[in-house]
């Protein structure tokens, strides 16, 4: 799996298995002819879809980003999602040589099942965190839009993926923009959803942001390719402009959340858009 160094800061990426979505959702206004030329769909216009955590070693702590989905899902949503459960998000994290339980930090960059699910497990018939030693870290606007979702968004909120942290005490709030640790900034972007939060990390010289779903795969680097399932895509157009005109400007990596083949990209304007100078592969565990 890829691995950069930033200074005092070792990042790896852990992939937590794949679920694949509807294209037409995952491109929005853009037509299919375009999309699937790179992303190309199943039988029922879904395509591949990794869920790539990143973890961030230094500075004496362990920061997992995101969870992915988890196991706590029936049949039925297996099915419509086509989820992938290999390799599991501790299967990962201990090819990088990592227990779950060593895990001092997780920060939820939003809390749609797809990033949030991860973050309980069954114990019997209890929910408990999965992450045990953990400290949770989402922003007060998405715990509240999670718990006053508007209708389009009803479905990808599920109280069972973190109602059960609050409950075990290991959940805490940012309100906006901060600075946790050394060379970490926690910044948001509201179109996908509200109270998203994403991630900047230096040290040595180098950056590397991780976007979530502000642009979940390779192809959402162009300005328009922009999700139906987003709430506000003018904002998300916007967002997106500003992030990719900093990290090209810093020659800093992109890590892309979503994308099965691509774990880091560099970002270069191109005419009035952006596309990618270079890429790093993902690679199982």
């Keep these: 799996m890829p691995t950069l160094s930033l200074g005092d800061w070792t990042l790896h990426t852990i992939e937590a298995g794949a679920l694949w979505l509807d294209g037409g959702a995952?491109?929005?206004?853009?037509?299919r002819?375009?999309?699937?030329?790179?992303?190309?769909?199943?039988e029922r216009n879904r395509i591949p879809l990794a869920m790539r955590c990143l973890l961030l070693v230094g500075?004496?702590?362990k920061v997992l980003v995101d969870v992915g989905l988890g196991d706590k899902n029936d049949a039925k949503f297996r099915e419509i999602f086509r989820v992938e459960d290999e390799p599991t998000l501790e299967d990962s994290l201990a090819a990088a040589g990592h227990g779950i339980e060593t895990i001092t930090d997780v920060v939820l960059t939003h809390l749609h099942f797809d990033h949030a699910g991860g973050s309980?497990?069954?114990?019997?018939?209890?929910?408990?965190?999965?992450?045990?030693?953990?400290?949770?870290?989402?922003?007060?606007?998405?715990?509240?839009?999670?718990?006053?979702?508007?209708?389009?968004?009803?479905?990808?909120?599920?109280?069972?993926n973190f109602d059960p942290l609050a409950e075990a005490g290991v959940l805490e709030f940012w309100d906006g923009a901060?600075?946790?640790?050394?060379?970490?900034?926690?910044?948001?972007?509201?179109g996908h959803t509200r109270g998203q939060q994403l991630l900047r990390v230096e040290g040595g010289g180098k950056a590397v942001y991780y976007v979530a779903d502000l642009i979940p795969t390779a192809s959402h680097v162009r300005i328009p390719f922009v999700m139906g399932y987003d709430v506000a895509a003018i904002e998300t157009m916007a967002e997106k402009r500003?992030?990719?005109e900093r990290a090209s400007a810093e020659n800093a990596w992109v890590c892309l959340e979503h994308d099965p083949v691509t774990a880091f990209a560099r970002p270069v304007l191109e005419g009035h858009d952006f596309a990618w100078a270079e890429r790093i592969e993902a690679s199982r565990a």
């Design 26 to 31: 995952m491109f929005g206004s853009v037509p």
């Design 33 to 42: 002819p375009l999309w699937s030329r790179t992303n190309p769909p199943d």
């Design 59 to 61: 500075h004496g702590r």
């Design 120 to 160: 309980t497990r069954r114990e019997g018939g209890t929910l408990v965190p999965r992450v045990p030693n953990a400290k949770y870290f989402v922003q007060r606007r998405n715990w509240e839009n999670a718990h006053s979702p508007n209708p389009r968004e009803r479905a990808s909120y599920l109280g069972e």
């Design 178 to 190: 901060s600075k946790p640790w050394p060379g970490v900034e926690i910044f948001t972007a509201e």
């Design 242 to 244: 500003a992030l990719l």
